[in-house]
């Protein structure tokens, strides 16, 4: 379980598994989204599968999360995402109406963000050998001209800003999935940040690079673009927007919220010129209005992410390994 | 968290370093006996913030890296049996055995589930009557009033499909063996305040008094870990040794009645061998005879398993506090969070794994003493 946990364990079956066996430069950038040359336009293409439990939670669905996921990854290479495919893989015996609620979350999902479900399949698995539905998407997007966004190009001195308060969608699915209540109900974060992206980049085509912290969290998200471009990271802890809620249920379990997962968010490395001038923007959008400064990409400790603490003390923020376990007391 | 934050307040934390400061006037070493306030050390970064002078040394309050590799191998023939449903706090899976961990047994097939209480366990065999549910009942005296609660529930339900494999072990004897030890070093406490919170403070006066070190019961959050220091630094310059409550928000002299009648009722003190640092006298507890029935020890028949550490790990010098996570030689290269020697490496409280993730720098550890400048510490945006 550990290698589809968005860790290190997730990176070495890439780079160990798939790589070598598929190995093209293309798929070498190991970004969010490829981003490919059709007759003269740049496409951006993605995929994802979505396996979460439980299929609905506060603040959004499986259905959700399979349009905005993938929304989400071809906008973090500055596409306007256009046409999704959905594959569902359903297991024998799922209830119609659950399945038919599913498929409503994906239409409307689809609707927000803004683009068109083009094509699909179905497959059903025996009993036992499925989770109810699996759902995968594909989905495709146009790169303006004259934008370049991909981990690589991280340099020093650029801003790192996040959109808004991290950790709420990993909470929220915890919370219902685990049995566990907080006393407040937390909701997932699940947004489509294309729109958000489009207008990052009125500000400025020179965006460096954008991520959205999914599974592994801002950790593994920050450790993965250190790693791309060589540079390091260092962050302000207490710049970091975390949300009371998730401050609690994370000191409840254990957890650190900076490795907790979210669906609605998003990271972005922006020439220092630049940053106030997007920050402002984002704070004017409904899907950055808990935008932050938190940080900025340095020179030192090339690779790696370095957070000062609030107390004034250092520490490093690694990748990682697979998914965080809840703590004995 | 309005509450969590005032326990972060930088402003606090400088008027208490700045005391701190103007106390010590010679070296002291302070060992934090819970592997919690460890990783809170390390990850706020106080020990970088202390002066030269305070020295603190990591102690063998982990309740995962001190469980015993023959328990960590009982665990895993018991969690591989098809008939049952093995259940565990998440941070034992990643615990090396002989030659496996609780997630191999899992990817093999076996049920190994995480759960976040043992009440939790206790449901899955109300619903499971066919299947035998065994809970993996480690720590210290924190985890066992819930684990107590749990077998008298079973009991009292009538269920005979539950029981718990038990290695749990006892804050005190070990800082009696700590003190003890030729090689010794530690001049005063940081007592672990949830473990005191149970059982409160009668324990600590006679070991104060026998072994002349001031016992600072502290807690998890940063002021409080410096206020815990604070105290006993001040004690050490003034050549006194007794026990203060620098936690009092949580601890109370009595501890918890309730909690200390269930563990009475269920346990009885026993000999316990340590992970890392071998048989400690009366340091654990195990099911009473009155219990006995809902020992999965004997209900398995796991007894008689014998087990050998990995030679290269030095794990049981860094739980006495001998030496640092980054003097192991195996530290970082042969020992890792991936593959690790021993189980600091992999415990959400494990030194290993504090230093490996929050002080693991392209040029080695950050030096003692080492700060960012103060405009970093100031919030942005």
């Known amino acids: 379980m550990g290698h589809g946990g968005g860790g290190a364990l997730s990176a070495e079956l890439m780079e160990q598994v798939f790589t070598p066996a598929y190995g093209n430069p293309t798929l070498a950038a190991l970004t969010d989204s490829a981003v490919l040359d059709l007759g003269?336009?740049?496409?951006?293409?993605?995929?994802?599968?979505?396996?979460?439990?439980?299929?609905?939670?506060?603040?959004?669905?499986?259905?959700?999360?399979?349009?905005?996921?993938?929304?989400?990854?071809?906008?973090?290479?500055?596409?306007?995402?256009?046409?999704?495919?959905?594959?569902?893989?359903?297991?024998?015996?799922?209830?119609?109406?659950?399945?038919?609620?599913?498929?409503?979350?994906?239409?409307?999902?689809?609707?927000?963000?803004?683009?068109?479900?083009?094509t699909g399949d179905t497959k059903v698995v025996e009993s036992g050998?499925?989770?109810?539905?699996?759902?995968?998407?594909?989905?495709?997007?146009?790169?303006?001209?004259?934008?370049?966004?991909?981990?690589?190009?991280?340099?020093?001195?650029?801003?790192?800003?996040?959109?808004?308060?991290?950790?709420?969608?990993?909470?929220?699915?915890?919370?219902?999935?685990?049995?566990?209540?907080?006393?407040?109900?937390?909701?997932?974060?699940?947004?489509?940040?294309?729109?958000?992206?489009?207008?990052?980049?009125?500000?400025?085509?020179?965006?460096?690079?954008?991520?959205?912290?999914?599974?592994?969290g801002l950790g593994a998200s920050l450790n993965e673009i250190a790693r791309a471009s060589g540079t390091g990271v260092r962050l302000r802890e207490r710049a970091i927007p975390v949300p009371d809620e998730v401050v609690n249920a994370c000191g409840f379990l254990g957890l650190d919220p900076l490795y907790v997962a979210n669906e609605g968010r998003l990271v972005a490395f922006v020439p220092p010129e630049h940053a106030e001038a997007v920050l402002a923007v984002m704070r004017a959008h409904p899907q950055g209005s808990g935008a932050a400064l938190i940080g900025e990409c340095v020179a030192d400790h090339p690779?790696?992410?370095?957070?000062?603490?609030?107390?004034?003390?250092?520490?490093v923020m690694d990748l990682p390994l697979g998914e965080q376990l809840p703590r004995i007391c | 968290m309005k509450y969590i934050d005032e326990f972060n307040d930088p402003g606090l934390a400088r008027r208490l370093l700045d005391e701190i400061r103007a106390t010590v006037t010679r070296p002291w070493a302070l060992m934090e006996v819970c592997g919690g306030q460890t990783h809170?050390?390390?990850?706020?970064?106080?020990?970088?913030?202390?002066?030269?002078?305070?020295?603190?040394?990591?102690?063998?309050?982990?309740?995962?890296?001190?469980?015993?590799?023959?328990?960590?191998?009982?665990?895993?023939?018991?969690?591989?049996?098809?008939?049952?449903?093995?259940?565990?706090?998440?941070?034992?899976?990643?615990?090396?055995?002989?030659?496996?961990?609780?997630?191999?047994?899992?990817?093999?097939?076996?049920?190994?589930?995480v759960v976040y209480s043992p009440l939790d366990a206790l449901d899955l065999a109300r619903r499971n009557p066919d299947r035998q549910v065994v809970f993996f009942a480690i720590g210290f005296e924190t985890t066992a009033p819930a684990n107590a609660m749990a077998v008298h529930q079973a009991r009292r339900l009538g269920l005979e499909n539950?029981?718990?494999?038990?290695?749990?072990?006892?804050?005190?004897?070990?800082?009696?063996?700590?003190?003890?030890?030729?090689s010794c070093r530690v001049q005063g406490f940081l007592a672990a305040g949830h473990v005191c919170s149970v059982m409160g403070t009668a324990e600590y006066p006679d070991l104060a008094e026998k072994h002349r070190v001031p016992l600072v019961v502290t807690g998890f959050e940063p002021l409080d870990i410096l206020e815990g220091i604070r105290r006993a630094v001040h004690q050490l310059e003034r050549g006194e040794h007794r026990v203060e409550n620098a936690y009092p928000r949580a601890v109370q002299e009595q501890g918890n009645p309730a909690a200390l009648r269930m563990i009475e009722e269920v346990f009885e003190v026993a000999d316990r061998?340590?992970?890392?640092?071998?048989?400690?006298?009366?340091?654990?507890?195990?099911?009473?005879?009155?219990?006995?029935?809902?020992?999965?020890?004997?209900?398995?028949?796991?007894?008689?398993?014998?087990?050998?550490?990995?030679?290269?790990?030095?794990?049981?010098?860094?739980?006495?506090?001998?030496?640092?996570?980054?003097?192991?030689?195996?530290?970082?290269?042969?020992?890792?969070?991936?593959?690790?020697?021993?189980?600091?490496?992999?415990?959400?409280?494990?030194?290993?794994?504090?230093?490996?993730?929050?002080?693991?720098?392209?040029?080695?550890?950050?030096?003692?003493?080492?700060?960012?400048?103060?405009?970093?510490?100031?919030p942005v945006g």
């Open chain 2, 273 to 378: 061998n340590w992970r890392g640092i071998g048989p400690i006298p009366a340091s654990g507890w195990r099911l009473s005879d009155a219990f006995r029935a809902y020992d999965a020890e004997h209900r398995f028949g796991v007894t008689g398993i014998r087990t050998e550490e990995p030679a290269a790990c030095r794990a049981g010098e860094v739980l006495q506090g001998l030496i640092k996570p980054t003097e192991c030689e195996a530290f970082g290269t042969a020992c890792t969070p991936r593959n690790p020697l021993g189980a600091t490496m992999v415990s959400s409280e494990g030194a290993c794994a504090a230093y490996y993730l929050y002080r693991r720098m392209t040029d080695g550890p950050a030096p003692q003493g080492s700060r960012i400048p103060q405009e970093e510490m100031n």
């Open chain 1, 129 to 216: 050998h499925g989770d109810g539905v699996y759902i995968s998407t594909a989905g495709v997007g146009l790169v303006p001209d004259g934008v370049d966004i991909r981990p690589q190009r991280a340099r020093p001195g650029d801003a790192v800003l996040v959109s808004g308060p991290i950790g709420l969608h990993g909470v929220a699915v915890m919370s219902v999935r685990e049995g566990l209540e907080f006393g407040v109900e937390i909701a997932s974060d699940t947004a489509p940040l294309a729109d958000l992206v489009a207008t990052m980049l009125e500000v400025t085509k020179d965006i460096h690079v954008l991520r959205d912290p999914t599974r592994g």
């Open chain 2, 40 to 113: 809170s050390i390390i990850r706020h970064g106080i020990d970088q913030l202390l002066p030269q002078e305070v020295e603190l040394i990591h102690g063998p309050g982990c309740p995962v890296c001190v469980t015993p590799l023959d328990v960590i191998d009982q665990a895993l023939e018991i969690a591989s049996r098809p008939d049952v449903i093995f259940c565990s706090f998440g941070d034992m899976l990643r615990v090396p055995g002989s030659d496996r961990d609780l997630f191999r047994v899992k990817g093999e097939g076996g049920d190994v589930r």
């Open chain 2, 162 to 182: 539950f029981s718990l494999l038990v290695s749990h072990v006892r804050v005190p004897p070990a800082i009696e063996a700590i003190m003890t030890a030729p």
């Open chain 1, 303 to 315: 690779g790696m992410v370095v957070v000062a603490t609030g107390l004034g003390g250092t520490r």
């Open chain 1, 40 to 118: 003269g336009a740049r496409v951006a293409f993605s995929t994802d599968s979505y396996v979460v439990r439980p299929l609905f939670f506060p603040g959004g669905s499986l259905g959700d999360l399979a349009v905005n996921g993938t929304v989400n990854d071809l906008a973090m290479s500055g596409a306007r995402p256009a046409y999704l495919s959905t594959a569902f893989v359903l297991e024998e015996g799922v209830d119609l109406a659950v399945v038919e609620r599913v498929a409503r979350a994906v239409g409307a999902a689809a609707e927000r963000a803004g683009v068109t479900i083009a």
